[in-house]
């Protein structure tokens, strides 16, 4: 597939989509005698993903980012930092912080404005599980919470374990992910971290040999590879894009070719377990897959 997306139109979709994330944590992860202190740390995180990964460790934050979605309430009456793709340098250096946690998606855009506000960012790779299971236990580390850290990388592990056993043996699916933002929507690759999950829980991507993320959706390509299942991922608000599709599906006739539309396998998946970066919503995720890769 050799349909490039424009860089405006991938840095406006994970504009859009990077601070979203759950709110379905795995805080049990922490002990219940784990340390709140995150002293001498004065540390800001700027997204969900990355606030709810700092309740999971129990470490305190001084700034948390605005969202429509609920935070760990651990957090309650922190201070606000602003959006995750837009913080308000003016509020992040009054709270004089140590370590201001983003993600790589926003490092594009965020990395010289937070070099011109002489804040140092730490911009974390969460495009895959593996990653995010890097960042946690790096995390872990810095802030005296290794063993929380390795807790929650563990109950991924088994999670994993348990996904292959589960798969083996069995039909791989060629999948087609589908990314979609008000007005508009992407292909999403292997490198994406829904098609980590893709891939993770035994589906073959029908995008291989790309090194970016995301593609511009080319009808008459992914009709020739004719996936055997459809995922459909709405971003940014869910319910105005799950529409669009719907739209799209009936409008355009090359739709009703694709073998997944004729077997009834396209699937919505849940804005809260399905984010564009990873999240500690993964195992949740990957239970909600297995049905939809093998009925």
Same mark, same amino acid.
């Given at each position: 597939?050799?349909?490039?997306i424009? &860089?405006a139109? +991938?840095?406006l979709?994970?504009l /859009?989509?990077a601070?979203?994330s759950t709110?379905?944590?795995?805080?049990?992860a922490?002990?219940p005698?784990?340390? %709140?202190s %995150?002293a001498?740390?004065r540390? /800001?995180?700027?997204?969900v993903?990355?606030? #709810?990964?700092m309740?999971a460790l129990g470490?305190?934050?001084?700034?948390?980012?605005?969202?429509?979605?609920?935070?760990p309430?651990r957090?309650?009456g922190?201070t606000?930092v602003g959006?995750?793709m837009?913080p308000n340098m003016e509020v992040v250096k009054?709270?004089d912080?140590?370590?201001?946690?983003?993600?790589? !998606?926003l490092?594009?855009? $965020?990395?010289?404005v937070?070099?011109?506000a002489g804040v140092g960012?730490n911009?974390?790779?969460?495009?895959?599980?593996?990653?995010?299971?890097?960042a946690i236990?790096?995390?872990?580390?810095?802030?005296?919470?290794?063993?929380q850290a390795?807790? +929650?990388?563990a109950k991924f592990?088994?999670?994993?374990?348990? +996904?292959?056993k589960?798969?083996?043996g069995?039909?791989?699916? %060629?999948v087609?992910i $589908?990314?979609?933002?008000?007005g %508009?929507?992407l292909?999403? !690759?292997?490198?994406?971290?829904?098609?980590d999950l893709?891939?993770? &829980?035994g589906g073959?991507n029908?995008?291989?040999?790309?090194?970016?993320?995301?593609l511009?959706?080319n009808?008459e390509y992914?009709?020739?590879?004719?996936?055997?299942v459809i995922?459909r991922a709405a971003?940014?608000l869910?319910? #105005?894009?799950v529409i669009?599709?719907?739209? #799209?599906?009936k409008k355009?006739?090359?739709?009703?070719?694709?073998a997944?539309v004729q077997?009834?396998?396209?699937?919505?998946?849940? #804005?809260?377990?399905f984010?564009?970066?990873?999240?500690?919503?993964a195992?949740?995720?990957l239970?909600a897959?297995m049905?939809?890769?093998?009925p």
């Amino acid at each position: 597939m050799r349909t490039r997306i424009s &860089a405006a139109l +991938i840095a406006l979709v994970l504009l /859009i989509t990077a601070g979203c994330s759950t709110n379905d944590v795995v805080s049990e992860a922490v002990s219940p005698d784990a340390k %709140s202190s %995150s002293a001498p740390y004065r540390v /800001i995180a700027t997204t969900v993903a990355a606030t #709810e990964m700092m309740d999971a460790l129990g470490v305190d934050l001084v700034g948390i980012p605005k969202s429509y979605k609920s935070l760990p309430k651990r957090y309650e009456g922190v201070t606000q930092v602003g959006n995750p793709m837009s913080p308000n340098m003016e509020v992040v250096k009054s709270l004089d912080p140590t370590d201001v946690l983003s993600v790589t !998606t926003l490092e594009y855009d $965020l990395a010289p404005v937070f070099k011109n506000a002489g804040v140092g960012a730490n911009f974390m790779d969460l495009t895959s599980v593996d990653k995010m299971n890097s960042a946690i236990q790096a995390l872990g580390n810095k802030y005296d919470r290794k063993a929380q850290a390795d807790a +929650i990388i563990a109950k991924f592990n088994d999670k994993l374990a348990a +996904i292959r056993k589960q798969s083996e043996g069995k039909k791989q699916p %060629s999948v087609l992910i $589908l990314l979609g933002v008000p007005g %508009s929507y992407l292909v999403a !690759t292997e490198n994406s971290y829904i098609g980590d999950l893709v891939k993770l &829980a035994g589906g073959k991507n029908i995008v291989q040999g790309e090194k970016v993320e995301y593609l511009a959706s080319n009808t008459e390509y992914l009709q020739k590879a004719n996936p055997d299942v459809i995922l459909r991922a709405a971003h940014g608000l869910p319910d #105005e894009v799950v529409i669009m599709f719907d739209k #799209e599906f009936k409008k355009n006739d090359i739709w009703k070719h694709f073998a997944a539309v004729q077997t009834n396998r396209v699937y919505d998946l849940p #804005e809260e377990l399905f984010g564009t970066t990873g999240n500690l919503a993964a195992v949740q995720a990957l239970d909600a897959l297995m049905p939809m890769l093998y009925p």
